[in-house]
């Protein structure tokens, strides 16, 4: 028989019975939703954990540092590594190399230095970093008070909230360090802070409070730069730095474009071939963090020294490799019951239509006529069990998210996507349930197709 | 018809000893007990005898719904024992059309569709189909009816359209288990004089099982008497029309 003859009869016998086939197409539905629900979950959640670390900017970060920098010395990938003295200079050129590279999304220098800041004519002595527009999605700027800077070379100034605390004297006391972000903010956004910093000139010096440092090609001046603060931060953007994190933040720009004397300044005693800056470490940012590993490996042919936090996501893919497959199995159980379902229906069906399969085969229905027929109808409620199940299986998922969502809400956290349906896991579950219902109608066609024409005609 | 010719090719059925034994629990049933017999092409034959016979037993064999347990079945040159059970569907599709005492219509399907169904079996494209059925049944009178499921009809109705099913795939033999069997007289009368015009006017072999002689020796040219199993009377009839 023709397939659209074949599926026009199978849907025609399926409405014969409405009831019995309806009820075990939503037992298929059920089982298609519990899978599509649990993947779903798991998927929401991976999605939500990468999405987290890539916007941490933990490991999506390559930090690179040039061979002479002495912080690289010592460590066991650069025991092999051409000395440091005959590596290559992390300039500009480096950095465009870098950038450049296919999965890198951007190369920007690490700009950070200790200096004074002075407000209401108080000194304050800090680590001071650059961040680059890209920063303002990092979440680490969530729930910060003002705003990000208004561009890339303003003259603004964004704070960490424990020095926002310093600078108003309000150093938490122990055991009660609950001071909302917003209490901090509020006498401070809009004010000014100048920032006292040693310029690095590019000749010798020329009078005034600069001075020569022996043996190398530059001077040191001394200068100043006012700051507007634009925002206070209420967490640690660079809380993975450890001891030399940064409490004050610049545009990048406005940092470059200020020549600050670095610490490791002091390190580079031969100097610079051309007049392009230098820096002591780029970091680099990657397009998926799947990808570190390629990058840092392609920086490293370059003769640089990197460095990424890395292994926690491949414990973290495992992880969600185990889960997914958990869910997966649970998801599959409720899957399993529903195609007993579809054998159980279609086996009633062969009883109580026995006389109609005599008929049939008695005016010429071959045994694959009758098998096809009966292929037919489970794969019908496979298809629409499926459809139904992916339908309901997202409807779940978007009641439950709903759900915690409204719970983080009173938690006066975020809220968050836990779930994810990728096309590719609706196509999945159909297909799947189609599948699988045809292999649940495979016993019950064949018993049709076997059936005995005379025996069945006697059926009444 | 001319019975003196006995070439091969007119012979439409021969039974060569055929046997049909059935178990029923510990006893074994012999529904046929080495018939054979030969059948004309374009001939009338009506099987006779009480229930228990072996007449439907004999039918089910020549229709290929059912294999001899010995001797052979042949049809037209085909023997049926030997057919697999693929080629024996095709055989009932295109070689047989039955008509049944209980009509057999499928009740959840319009007469056009039962009309129809021996067509997809045939993969015969739709189009064709719908006009073919209409057809069919516009020849049996029920012009009317296409859209009716066979519940709304009445029986003389319904095995009206059963002929037109049987007619659909134009075989070359009819087989008739009791056709008039759950029908007045009235209607049945209008069923065999169906049956009487598709022998006469297009040739058709037609085989029909009935208990009532009177029937049989209204319409068979010949008329063939089983008993237990056995073959016990074979006589030609000179048809006279409904008693």
Do not use: C
């Not at chain 1, 003859?5 to 059920?30: C, K, M, P, Y």
């Not at chain 1, 836990?418 to 599948?435: C, Q």
């Amino acid at each position: 028989m023709k397939l659209p003859d074949l599926t026009e009869l199978a849907l025609r016998n399926l409405r014969e019975s409405v009831l019995r086939n309806s009820l075990t197409t939503v037992g298929i539905s059920v089982g298609v939703a519990s899978l599509v629900a649990m993947l779903s979950l798991g998927l929401g959640l991976q999605q939500l954990a990468n999405r987290r670390l890539a916007k941490s900017g933990l490991f999506d970060t390559v930090v690179v540092t040039s061979r002479r920098d002495l912080r690289g010395m010592g460590r066991d990938d650069d025991r092999n590594a051409p000395n440091p003295g005959e590596s290559r200079v992390l300039d500009e050129a480096a950095r465009s190399e870098i950038e450049h590279m296919h999965d890198v999304q951007e190369a920007y220098p690490d700009i950070r230095f200790i200096t004074e800041l002075r407000y209401e004519d108080k000194p304050h002595l800090t680590m001071v970093s650059a961040m680059p527009p890209s920063a303002k999605s990092n979440d680490s700027f969530e729930g910060m008070q003002g705003s990000f800077f208004t561009s890339d070379d303003a003259a603004e100034v964004i704070l960490q909230k424990a020095f926002a605390e310093e600078l108003l004297g309000r150093t938490p006391k122990r055991g009660d360090d609950d001071i909302k972000v917003a209490e901090v903010a509020q006498p401070l956004l809009g004010k000014e802070l100048v920032m006292r910093y040693a310029q690095r000139g590019e000749s010798a010096p020329s009078g005034g409070d600069a001075t020569a440092i022996p043996g190398t090609s530059y001077s040191v001046v001394s200068r100043e730069q006012k700051l507007k603060i634009v925002g206070v931060s209420d967490l640690d953007p660079e809380s993975m730095r450890g001891p030399t994190h940064a409490r004050v933040f610049l545009p990048l720009k406005l940092a470059q474009s200020l020549h600050v004397m670095q610490p490791t300044d002091l390190r580079e005693l031969t100097p610079a071939t051309s007049n392009q800056p230098v820096y002591s470490s780029l970091s680099v940012r990657v397009k998926n963090p799947t990808q570190v590993r390629t990058v840092e490996d392609a920086i490293k042919k370059m003769g640089f020294t990197t460095f990424s936090i890395l292994d926690a996501t491949r414990n973290l893919q495992q992880f969600f490799a185990v889960l997914d497959m958990f869910l997966l199995i649970f998801g599959s159980l409720a899957l399993a019951v529903s195609s007993i379902g579809i054998v159980n229906t279609l086996v009633m069906a062969i009883l109580e239509r026995r006389r109609e399969i005599g008929i049939m085969k008695a005016i010429g229905a071959s045994d694959g006529d009758v098998q096809a027929i009966f292929f037919a109808e489970a794969g019908a409620m496979g298809v629409l069990g499926g459809i139904f199940g992916v339908v309901l299986g997202w409807a779940i998922g978007q009641i439950i998210n709903f759900g915690l969502n409204i719970y983080l809400r009173r938690q006066s956290l975020p809220t968050e996507h836990f779930w994810a349906v990728p096309l590719w896991l609706v196509w999945t579950a159909i297909v799947f349930s189609f599948l699988l219902s045809l292999v649940s109608g495979f016993y019950p066609a064949r018993r049709a197709a076997r059936l005995d024409p005379v025996q069945a005609l006697r059926y009444e | 018809m001319a019975t003196t010719e006995v070439t091969a090719t007119a012979v439409a059925i021969r039974s060569d000893n055929v046997t049909r034994h059935y178990r029923m629990g510990e006893t074994q049933v012999r529904a046929l007990d080495g018939v054979s017999l030969q059948v004309q092409t374009g001939e009338f034959v009506a099987l006779l005898g009480s229930s228990g016979s072996g007449k439907s037993s004999m039918l089910n064999l020549v229709a290929g719904l059912d294999r001899p347990t010995s001797g052979s079945v042949i049809v037209r040159g085909r023997d049926l024992a030997k057919l697999s059970r693929e080629q024996l569907a095709k055989y009932r599709l295109q070689v047989v059309g039955m008509v049944f005492q209980s009509f057999n219509l499928i009740p959840s399907m319009t007469l056009s569709e039962n009309v129809e169904l021996p067509l997809r079996f045939a993969e015969v494209d739709r189009g064709k189909r719908d006009s073919m059925a209409r057809e069919a049944l516009e020849r049996v009178g029920l012009k009317a009816r296409v859209h009716h499921r066979p519940g709304e009809l009445s029986g003389g109705e319904q095995q009206r359209a059963a002929l037109a099913r049987a007619l659909i795939n134009r075989p070359q033999l009819l087989l008739a288990d009791e056709p008039t069997g759950n029908l007045d007289s009235h209607t049945g009368t209008e069923i065999m004089d169906m049956l009487k015009d598709l022998n006469e006017q297009m040739g058709m072999t037609v085989v029909m099982v009935t208990h009532e002689r009177a029937l049989a020796e209204g319409y068979a040219q010949r008329m063939i008497f089983l008993a237990d199993g056995k073959l016990v009377d074979d006589r030609a009839n000179t048809p006279g029309g409904r008693a």
